[in-house]
T-cell receptor, first 115, second 114 residues
Framework: SAVISQKPSRDICQRGTSLTIQCQVD?????MFWYRQQPGQSLTLIAT?????????ESGFVIDKFPISRPNLTFSTLTVSNMSPEDSSIYLC????????????FGPGTRLTVL | AQSVSQHNHHVILSEAASLELGCNYS??????LFWYVQYPGQHLQLLLK??????LVKGIKGFEAEFIKSKFSFNLRKPSVQWSDTAEYFC????????????FGQGTELSVKP
C-alpha cells in the first residue's frame, strides 16, 4: 500500500482567499486523484492529475477554480481559489498502488472551513 | 451516466444484530466494486473489493459482500455488528478503462447501540 500525506490537515480561511493543498506519496505513481467530500455528503472526484500533462477535470469543476500541479511522480498540489463558504469540505488525494491500477488508497484529507 | 446508489442513509442497530447495506450501480460493462469505511474523525479505509472471480468477497473485520451481476448490486453484510462498527460506509465503482476514477455512493451512516 502507498503512504500518502497531506498538508495542511485543516485550515480556516477567509472568503476570497486561496489555499494550496499538498499531497505527497512515498512511491512514484502515474496518476493521482483529487476528491472533495462536502459536509454530510459522499466523495466527488474533482480531477485526475497525470504527471507531465494537464489535469483532467470532472463535470462541474474547472481549472480556474481548482488549479492542479503535478511536478513529479510523488507530489501534487490542489489550489482552491477565490474561496467561498460553499468550498468548505474535506479535500482528499488518492493514488492507485504501484503494481495494481484497480485500487485506490486515500490520504488523510484536508479539512477546509471558509468563513 | 454511471452512478452508484446506496439505499440506506442512516442505519441504527443493536450490537450482535446482522447488517446488510444495499448498493447498486448503473453500468452495463465491466466494473470493479469497493466498500470503504470511514470511522469518526479518520480517513477512508478499504473494507473489501471485487474485481473478478468468486462473487462473494470477504474483507476485513468480518465484513463480506456479494456481487450479483444480474441485479447490478454489491451489498455489504456482517452477521453480527459491534459498537466499534459505528462509521460511515461508502460503496464505490471503478469503471473499466476510465483511468481508475471512483464513483461513490451517497454513503450510509451506521450507528450501533451498545
Amino acid at each position: 500500500s502507498a503512504v500518502i500525506s497531506q498538508k495542511p490537515s485543516r485550515d480556516i480561511c477567509q472568503r476570497g482567499t486561496s489555499l494550496t493543498i499538498q499531497c505527497q506519496v512515498d512511491s512514484q505513481v502515474t496518476m493521482m486523484f483529487w476528491y472533495r467530500q462536502q459536509p454530510g455528503q459522499s466523495l466527488t472526484l474533482i480531477a485526475t492529475a497525470n504527471q507531465g500533462s494537464e489535469a483532467t477535470y470532472e463535470s462541474g469543476f474547472v481549472i480556474d477554480k481548482f488549479p492542479i500541479s503535478r511536478p513529479n511522480l510523488t507530489f501534487s498540489t490542489l489550489t482552491v481559489s477565490n474561496m467561498s463558504p460553499e468550498d468548505s469540505s474535506i479535500y482528499l488525494c488518492s493514488v492507485p498502488p504501484r503494481q495494481n491500477n484497480n485500487e485506490q488508497f486515500f490520504g488523510p484529507g484536508t479539512r477546509l472551513t471558509v468563513l | 451516466a454511471q452512478s452508484v446508489s446506496q439505499h440506506n442513509h442512516h442505519v441504527i442497530l443493536s450490537e450482535a444484530a446482522s447488517l446488510e447495506l444495499g448498493c447498486n450501480y448503473s453500468y452495463g460493462g465491466t466494473v470493479n466494486l469497493f466498500w470503504y469505511v470511514q470511522y469518526p474523525g479518520q480517513h477512508l479505509q478499504l473494507l473489501l473489493k471485487y474485481f473478478s472471480g468468486d462473487p462473494l468477497v470477504k474483507g476485513i473485520k468480518g465484513f463480506e459482500a456479494e456481487f450479483i451481476k444480474s441485479k447490478f448490486s454489491f451489498n455489504l453484510r456482517k452477521p453480527s455488528v459491534q459498537w466499534s462498527d459505528t462509521a460511515e460506509y461508502f460503496c464505490a465503482a471503478m469503471i473499466y478503462n476510465q483511468g481508475g476514477k471512483l464513483i461513490f455512493g451517497q454513503g450510509t451512516e451506521l450507528s450501533v447501540k451498545p
